[in-house]
């Protein structure tokens, strides 16, 4: 046993996405570091289960009692064990102070003070949040049913005569001290499973944004588009609902790379995503890159009248970047084209033909002179609106 001399102040005894430069990065780079992350998180699960056995962590006892006399004999049974350590505050209004400092693994309480009774001090114990989960061996002159019952109701867990047999004492501090123990690895074990499992669930929930998303623009790639959109398709098809989509290509788009150079490519690119994007304010719209140049808009449940007015949107907020290209045929800044359509999709028909409606009309817009928008209503749509 570690110890230092008695001291009555309570000092220590001391016992997807596509290509490169302009068609975003690979999808093995962009989910490298979600996996880096998930495999993370599982490491730290295990490391915060593996803890030192009870029997490795060395005990902590603090007596309460204002008799020295009593402090000496249980110092001097506690002396040959090896691991346990001993820390003695002889006065009731210094008790708090000393178990929250000590951290002990067991307090053994005189249930006779002057100035605090015994009964009031574990019940402080047990109201603070530091110390309240310690175990307390109440020490008392009597062997009454009656204290005992009061002692336990107040929250102690054992109850000794003292001064008791050594080795009943040693047994009962190492068996309340392992106890404890225990109970502090479980919580730590289980707050580390609970931290790892919310790194994971963060890990995965950026994996599939990463698996879902364009590398270079940060809108939705071409994979997710084609999943999102046959989604749509058989719920719209099941609710008799329209289904707009708009088909975006930046116009002279060759010229402005061989003018100023693929990185700057990429960053008209970025700022064209964005733009779009910004356009967008119900939760249902999908913004994609649909390769190279190309952006696609789906708008469930959008008419062909607001779809016209939301491709002028798109293409007004392009225009308005300003980003100069001076070798363009149609304006002196970057612009776009857009083409649209509305349709009521049918179990007859599959999303491939919304996506070939919409691109025709691009190459409307495109072969009518660029920087424009053309949308058209499929048939079955009118019947419905």
């Known amino acids: 046993m570690n110890m230092t001399r008695i001291s009555d102040t309570g000092a220590n005894m001391n016992n997807d996405a596509i290509g490169t430069s302009n068609q975003g990065t690979p999808a093995s780079a962009v989910t490298s570091t979600a996996a880096l992350n998930a495999n993370l998180a599982l490491e730290a699960a295990r490391a915060g289960l593996q803890a030192p056995s009870s029997t490795d962590v060395p005990i902590m006892v603090l007596l309460v009692d204002d008799q020295a006399i009593v402090a000496e004999a249980v110092r001097q049974a506690l002396a040959s064990e090896a691991g346990i350590n001993f820390h003695y505050c002889a006065r009731a209004d210094a008790a708090m102070d000393s178990a929250i400092h000590t951290r002990p693994t067991v307090i053994l309480q005189d249930l006779v003070m002057p100035g605090i009774d015994g009964l009031t001090l574990v019940k402080a114990y047990r109201g603070n949040p530091v110390v309240r989960d310690i175990p307390i061996i109440v020490l ?4 009454e049913p009656v204290i005992k019952s009061a002692a336990f109701a107040a929250g102690a867990n054992d109850y000794l005569v003292k001064l008791p047999d050594r080795i009943e004492l040693v047994a009962r501090i190492r068996y309340h001290s392992r106890s404890y123990v225990n109970l502090l690895q479980r919580d730590e074990a289980y707050r580390a499973l609970r931290q790892s499992q919310q790194q994971l669930l963060e890990a995965n929930l950026e994996l599939r944004r990463l698996t879902h998303s364009d590398g270079l623009t940060g809108l939705s790639n071409r994979r997710y588009l084609d999943q999102y959109l046959n989604a749509e398709w058989q719920r719209d098809t099941n609710d008799h609902t329209e289904l707009s989509m708009l088909m975006i290509d930046v116009d002279n788009f060759k010229l402005y790379n061989d003018t100023y150079g693929h990185i700057a490519g990429d960053e008209v690119l970025k700022q ?3 733009a779009v994007e910004s ?13 190279g140049e190309e952006f696609a808009v789906v708008l469930p449940g959008t008419s062909m009248a607001d779809l016209r007015l939301l ?4 293409r007004n907020a392009v225009e308005a970047l300003h980003i100069p290209h001076s070798n363009s045929s149609t304006c002196p800044y970057v612009t776009i084209s857009i083409g649209g359509t509305t349709v009521v999709p049918t179990s007859d028909s599959g999303m491939t033909s919304l996506i ?7 190459y409307r817009a495109k072969h009518g ?9 499929d048939p079955g749509a009118r019947k419905y609106r």
């Open 356 to 362: 070939e409606a919409a691109d025709f009309e691009l």
């Open 140 to 143: 008392s002159s009597k062997e």
């Open 272 to 274: 064209i995503a964005h």
């Open 311 to 314: 491709a002028e949107k798109i």
């Open 279 to 291: 356009c967008l304010s119900r939760h249902g719209d999908l913004a994609a890159r649909f390769g």
């Open 369 to 377: 002179g660029k920087n424009r928008v053309v949308v058209s209503a």
